[in-house]
């Protein structure tokens, strides 16, 4: 198809589909119904093998923000060479506080030391800091004490079971009536609970209220379900073996739950809709499914290749948290299809023409006149396209208000709820040291030989770097300078005024970055590099922000080339991709009003307002793309379906709206409240993912589908299938629906509606 002009009818477009020998899709459905015993017993040695080898060989996860060749790598990287203060390792502090009308901590000291004896006797930990010989460790007050204890690795990825040997150290504190939390990172294995399975099992149980309102019947409800669990636990299984040789960060598996159940659900949903169509069509039950396979399982290729590619886009951002979590999610998408492509057929073709037994109402299949809601909706719209596009874009435009005031930052244990550890041990440290002293930042300073080599010129640098450090606004002390073992470094501790994660903070780190150290230490022959945990986020947030744009430009090229090809048309590709972005905007005000601004906030469990997790508007950006993309497959395949069979555009959008719009708005109730449910995550990140993602399927299902794409396919007219036709070549043929196979599901369809 070339122009609008050259595809009217049926006989006269090279690209109509024509009845021929069933295609590949087609024959593996039919063979997975045909031989379904085969295939859930293969499903089942997978599931077992999969589950058993990960918990013998599973991996863990844990965040690492280290970006090579940042400053605050670089001073990391110095420290770990040359010996200097706090050693190797990753430190976590173990707070203690004597409670009012107590005698101070060091009437405790003999509690205090087999503590610290403890805690050095846990596998894993490198060091332990007696805080009464560790300088700036004890408060002023003497109710206040931290001690810092080294791992090997980032305990927030250890097994939850080893906060019982930390308890058991710090036990004699506590009966003595010493409050004892964790800091963050340890703090963060704190809060690894059931939340997830909880959130888990409330996503299922609205998929199967929902299922059933849908479908009609308990065993086509099961279906869905059952495949998109045997997927989601296969997943995760395969993604914990990866783990073993894979840093992976601590929110992937949560992130793979969600995605991986979500479409899961979506998947099996379409197949079984499409099937049953079939079914009332008069086809045998393995025909059917085979057909079903060879058409909306063509779409579910589509749909999951198209999220896989916008995860993969996160690769772009050239950090290698971002693509681990874009990885792992890729990970579950992929097997929740290869599960709807073959476990969801053997089902159907277990079942049979008994998919709509144990019925709770009758069963409804897809629209099949004029009269019904969704032709009615269509015909509406169709009247007034001006009106509703106008209408949907200010509706996506008021909600894109609050993204103006977007900050990004680095979330810390002040942001999560007063009943976690983490946060207690925070509110601690700052009331008794000041609101810096949870995020102290380290001024590494590398000597030249000249200054190694004469203790003089290194100790009147020292001073002149510590005064010219606390003078600087938003300074609240400077330790040090101490050298470092081989006297190579000066290691200076700076407390900011500010908590880790304002703004004030950020722009110090970046004053000092930028302007202090260069401007202190030139001449000298020295150079200083920031570093710490404040520092790294920062850095973190910072490379993010510039890399942004790459990704996106990836995720949505890549998109529009995919939609290009499948569908044969720019303005549908270029619609497609313009109203996910407007979407993707709108989704991010909403994680602004309630994160930042504070709106409803307390409802989900959010205590403090702060920044939006720098990793988050990435990490919903391609998540959000994807997902979009996929009702947007289904809804203009089955739009493209009815075009090539009758050439009228007008009829083609209001029966593509009508055949799915039921069973789009069921997928989207269900991922909606999969998503949602991550509300009772005790992660903050994930309650910004989880509100963000389920917002967007919401105005992805509403507004985009229901208003925006229907409106502006109505006002292109038979412009929505234009191609150039020198592209038109070059460009592969793939279609979704598949050739042969959408030609008998249309004839399906027709009898369906006789």
Same mark, same amino acid.
């Given at each position: 198809?070339? !122009?609008? !002009?050259?595809?009217?009818?049926?006989?006269?477009?090279?690209?109509?589909?024509? /009845?021929?020998?069933?295609?590949?899709?087609?024959?593996?459905?039919?063979?997975?119904?045909?031989?379904?015993?085969?295939?859930?017993?293969?499903?089942?040695?997978?599931?077992?093998?999969?589950?058993?080898?990960?918990?013998?060989?599973?991996?863990?996860?844990?965040?690492?923000? !280290?970006?090579?060749?940042?400053?605050?790598?670089?001073?990391?990287?110095?420290?770990?060479?040359?010996?200097?203060?706090?050693?190797?390792?990753?430190?976590?502090?173990?707070?203690l506080?004597?409670?009012?009308?107590?005698?101070?901590?060091?009437?405790?000291?003999?509690?205090?030391?087999?503590?610290?004896?403890g805690?050095?006797?846990?596998?894993?930990?490198?060091?332990v800091? *007696?805080?009464?010989?560790?300088?700036?460790?004890?408060?002023?007050?003497?109710?206040?004490?931290?001690?810092?204890?080294?791992f090997?690795?980032?305990?927030?990825?250890?097994?939850?079971?080893?906060?019982?040997?930390?308890?058991?150290?710090?036990?004699?504190?506590?009966?003595?009536?010493?409050?004892?939390?964790?800091?963050?990172?340890?703090?963060?294995?704190?809060?690894?609970?059931?939340?997830?399975?909880?959130?888990?099992?409330?996503?299922?149980?609205?998929?199967?209220?929902?299922?059933?309102?849908?479908?009609?019947?308990?065993?086509?409800?099961?279906?869905?379900?059952?495949?998109?669990v045997?997927?989601?636990?296969?997943?995760?299984?395969?993604?914990?073996?990866?783990?073993?040789?894979?840093?992976?960060?601590?929110?992937?598996?949560?992130?793979?739950?969600m995605?991986?159940?979500?479409?899961?659900?979506?998947y099996a949903?379409?197949?079984?809709?499409?099937?049953?169509?079939?079914?009332?069509?008069?086809?045998?039950?393995? *025909?059917?499914?085979?057909?079903?396979?060879?058409? !909306?399982?063509?779409?579910?290729?589509v749909?999951?290749?198209?999220?896989?590619?916008?995860?993969?886009?996160?690769?772009?951002?050239?950090?290698?948290?971002?693509?681990?979590?874009?990885?792992?999610?890729?990970?579950?998408?992929?097997?929740?299809?290869?599960?709807?492509?073959?476990?969801?057929?053997?089902?159907?073709?277990?079942?049979?023409?008994?998919?709509? %037994?144990?019925?709770?109402?009758?069963?409804?299949?897809?629209?099949?006149?004029?009269?019904?809601?969704?032709?009615?909706?269509?015909?509406?719209?169709?009247? %007034?396209?001006?009106?509703f596009?106008?209408?949907?874009?200010?509706?996506?435009?008021?909600?894109?208000?609050?993204?103006?005031?977007?900050?990004?930052?680095?979330?810390?244990?002040?942001?999560?709820?007063?009943?976690?550890?983490?946060?207690?041990?925070?509110?601690?440290v700052?009331?008794?040291?000041?609101?810096?002293?949870?995020?102290?930042?380290?001024?590494?300073?590398?000597?030249?030989?000249?200054?190694?080599?004469?203790?003089?010129?290194?100790?009147?640098?020292?001073?002149?770097?510590?005064?010219?450090?606390?003078?600087?606004p938003?300074?609240?002390?400077?330790?040090?300078?101490?050298?470092?073992?081989?006297?190579?470094?000066?290691?200076?501790?700076?407390?900011?005024?500010?908590?880790?994660?304002?703004?004030?903070?950020?722009?110090?780190?970046?004053?000092?970055?930028?302007d202090?150290?260069?401007?202190?230490?030139?001449g000298?022959? /020295?150079?200083?590099?920031?570093?710490?945990?404040?520092?790294?986020?920062?850095?973190?947030?910072?490379?993010?922000?510039?890399?942004?744009?790459?990704?996106?430009?990836?995720?949505? /090229? /890549?998109?529009?080339?995919?939609?290009?090809?499948?569908?044969?048309?720019?303005?549908?590709?270029?619609?497609?991709?313009?109203?996910?972005?407007?979407?993707?905007?709108?989704?991010?005000?909403?994680?602004?009003?309630?994160?930042?601004?504070?709106?409803?906030?307390?409802?989900?469990g959010?205590?403090?307002?702060?920044?939006?997790?720098?990793?988050?508007?990435?990490?919903?950006?391609?998540?959000?793309?994807?997902?979009?993309m996929?009702? *947007?497959?289904?809804?203009?395949?089955?739009?493209?379906?009815?075009?090539?069979?009758?050439?009228?555009?007008?009829?083609?959008?209001?029966?593509?709206?009508?055949?799915?719009?039921?069973?789009?708005?069921?997928?989207?109730?269900?991922?909606?409240?999969?998503?949602?449910?991550?509300?009772?995550?005790?992660?903050?990140?994930?309650?910004?993912l989880?509100?963000g993602?389920?917002?967007?399927?919401?105005?992805?299902?509403?507004?985009?589908?229901?208003?925006?794409?229907?409106?502006?396919?109505?006002?292109?007219?038979?412009?929505?299938?234009?191609?150039?036709?020198?592209?038109?070549?070059?460009?592969?043929?793939?279609?979704?629906?598949?050739?042969?196979?959408?030609?008998?599901?249309?004839?399906?369809?027709a *009898?369906?509606?006789?």
């Amino acid at each position: 198809m070339t !122009s609008p !002009s050259n595809t009217g009818t049926r006989a006269a477009d090279p690209d109509l589909p024509v /009845a021929g020998p069933p295609g590949l899709l087609h024959r593996a459905g039919r063979w997975c119904a045909r031989r379904a015993w085969y295939v859930v017993l293969l499903w089942v040695a997978l599931l077992a093998a999969v589950g058993v080898a990960d918990a013998r060989w599973g991996g863990t996860f844990a965040d690492s923000f !280290s970006l090579p060749g940042t400053s605050s790598a670089t001073g990391a990287d110095l420290l770990a060479a040359h010996g200097g203060p706090g050693g190797a390792g990753v430190a976590a502090p173990v707070v203690l506080r004597t409670q009012p009308g107590q005698a101070p901590l060091v009437a405790h000291r003999a509690e205090v030391a087999a503590a610290v004896e403890g805690l050095g006797r846990l596998p894993a930990v490198l060091s332990v800091a *007696e805080p009464f010989g560790t300088p700036g460790a004890v408060s002023a007050d003497g109710a206040t004490a931290t001690v810092t204890v080294r791992f090997d690795g980032n305990p927030a990825g250890f097994d939850r079971g080893y906060l019982a040997g930390v308890d058991a150290a710090v036990a004699p504190l506590r009966a003595a009536g010493v409050q004892v939390e964790y800091g963050n990172p340890l703090g963060q294995l704190a809060l690894a609970g059931s939340a997830d399975r909880v959130s888990e099992a409330i996503g299922l149980a609205v998929a199967v209220l929902v299922l059933l309102v849908g479908f009609g019947s308990v065993a086509a409800t099961g279906l869905p379900l059952l495949t998109a669990v045997a997927g989601l636990a296969v997943g995760l299984g395969g993604l914990g073996l990866l783990a073993a040789g894979v840093d992976f960060g601590q929110a992937a598996p949560t992130l793979a739950a969600m995605m991986g159940l979500g479409v899961g659900i979506d998947y099996a949903l379409f197949l079984t809709t499409r099937y049953r169509a079939l079914l009332a069509a008069g086809s045998a039950p393995a *025909e059917a499914v085979g057909r079903a396979v060879a058409t !909306s399982g063509r779409a579910v290729i589509v749909a999951a290749v198209t999220v896989a590619i916008a995860l993969a886009g996160l690769a772009a951002s050239g950090v290698g948290l971002i693509g681990s979590l874009g990885a792992a999610a890729a990970l579950t998408v992929l097997v929740a299809a290869a599960a709807s492509l073959t476990l969801a057929p053997a089902l159907l073709g277990l079942l049979g023409h008994r998919i709509d %037994r144990l019925r709770v109402r009758r069963p409804v299949a897809e629209p099949t006149g004029e009269a019904d809601l969704w032709h009615r909706w269509a015909g509406t719209v169709g009247r %007034r396209p001006w009106v509703f596009l106008t209408g949907g874009l200010l509706v996506l435009g008021l909600l894109t208000v609050p993204v103006a005031s977007l900050r990004l930052g680095h979330l810390d244990g002040g942001s999560q709820p007063p009943t976690n550890t983490a946060r207690r041990a925070h509110d601690l440290v700052a009331a008794a040291f000041g609101p810096g002293a949870n995020g102290p930042l380290t001024v590494v300073t590398q000597l030249d030989s000249g200054q190694i080599a004469d203790p003089a010129r290194q100790q009147a640098l020292a001073g002149a770097l510590r005064d010219r450090l606390a003078a600087v606004p938003g300074v609240a002390s400077v330790g040090g300078p101490v050298p470092s073992e081989d006297r190579a470094l000066l290691v200076t501790t700076v407390t900011p005024a500010s908590e880790p994660r304002s703004g004030a903070t950020a722009d110090l780190v970046h004053r000092l970055q930028d302007d202090v150290l260069p401007e202190a230490l030139a001449g000298t022959g /020295a150079t200083g590099y920031l570093t710490g945990p404040t520092a790294t986020g920062q850095a973190f947030t910072d490379t993010l922000s510039a890399r942004l744009p790459l990704v996106m430009g990836v995720v949505v /090229a /890549a998109a529009f080339l995919l939609l290009l090809t499948v569908f044969r048309s720019v303005l549908v590709a270029v619609q497609a991709a313009a109203l996910n972005l407007l979407s993707i905007t709108a989704s991010y005000g909403v994680v602004v009003a309630v994160f930042q601004w504070g709106w409803g906030a307390g409802l989900l469990g959010v205590a403090e307002r702060g920044p939006v997790e720098s990793y988050v508007p990435t990490m919903m950006f391609a998540i959000v793309f994807g997902l979009s993309m996929d009702y *947007e497959v289904f809804l203009l395949s089955r739009i493209r379906e009815n075009w090539l069979r009758g050439g009228d555009n007008r009829s083609a959008v209001a029966s593509g709206l009508a055949a799915t719009a039921r069973v789009i708005t069921c997928a989207a109730v269900i991922m909606t409240s999969v998503f949602l449910a991550f509300l009772l995550s005790t992660n903050t990140v994930v309650k910004m993912l989880a509100l963000g993602l389920g917002v967007s399927v919401v105005i992805d299902a509403t507004v985009v589908r229901l208003l925006l794409v229907p409106s502006a396919m109505y006002l292109f007219g038979r412009a929505n299938w234009w191609i150039p036709a020198r592209l038109d070549r070059l460009l592969p043929h793939l279609d979704p629906e598949g050739p042969a196979d959408a030609a008998v599901a249309d004839a399906a369809a027709a *009898e369906v509606e006789r």
